[in-house]
């Protein structure tokens, strides 16, 4: 039992241990750029491309640090000397977009927004005042309708020119709030 125990602490020895150069035989290079290229650097072996962003890649003897080129970043990071395969985690740094979007986006609040408030408050308004006046208009030809008394012609076709007036100021309200917002 005693034997066993042993040979099982010399085995999980030999796996942590490092490696017998003294640094990482592999590396995984993790990153939150897209793509991009791993290099190994040394000071005794230059630079030297190793493989692409997002697999296990073997480092060649002599290295000391890792690139990742993500253009326009390169970034470089040490190598962990401790493990046989190291793991490595390099961020490019996180930059706007230089290209506009396409279409700009909507912004319903800015310096003139009072216009746009008061374009939709004459819309409603004079629908509102229009709506009550042609009512007004046909109740009275209704009454007109039912007695036949041409006193109460005149007055309905006032109530309607009224209907109407106000119609077309709450119209153009609406019109006005709806170029504003077709030139945002």
Known sequence: MRRLLLANVALVALA???????????VHVRSNA?????????????SVQVGMLGGV????????????????????????TTRDTALVRIDVPVAR??????GAPVRFVSRRAWVDGAALAVALAGTAVSVHYKFQADRQFAEYEQTGNPLLRPDIE?????????????MTGLTVFTVRLALR
Not at 34 to 46: D, N, R
Not at 97 to 102: D, E, F, G, I, T
């Open 16 to 26: 942590t241990a490092p490696s017998a150069w003294g640094q990482a035989r592999y």
């Open 34 to 46: 897209e793509t991009g290229t791993v290099w190994a650097v040394g000071p005794t072996l230059g």
């Open 57 to 80: 890649l073997a480092v060649p003897v002599g290295a000391t640090h890792v690139r990742l080129v993500s253009p326009p970043f390169a970034v470089a990071a040490a190598l962990p």
């Open 97 to 102: 977009a230089s290209v506009p979007l396409r």
């Open 158 to 170: 006032a109530l309607d020119r009224k209907a109407a007036v106000a119609l077309g100021v709450g």
